[in-house]
């Protein structure tokens, strides 16, 4: 997966995200199904965000950008626990 790979489906999720939000105020989607699927979306762009940071990561240390890895939803969503 290439940076633009990664910058593609960043911007897939980001416009998911959108297009969810418009039907959920067009009253197209209930609530508690428009909060799961955000939820969804929001730890899929963590991941693509975090892969991103590791492959730049790489390059500014020399590496290759190539040998990094998506991690686990629970590694993403922990940092901060």
């Known amino acids: 997966m290439t940076e633009q790979d990664v910058l593609a489906r960043i911007k897939q999720l980001v416009d ?3 297009e969810l939000r418009a039907k959920a105020a067009a009253h197209e989607v209930d609530p508690v199904t428009e909060r799961k699927q955000l939820a969804e979306l929001e730890v899929l762009l963590d991941q693509c965000w975090d892969l991103l940071r590791h492959r730049r990561a790489r390059i500014d ?3 290759s950008p190539d040998d990094a890895q998506i991690n686990t939803v629970g590694q993403v969503e922990g940092y901060l626990q």
């Open 16 to 18: 998911a995200e959108h």
């Open 61 to 63: 240390a020399g590496g």
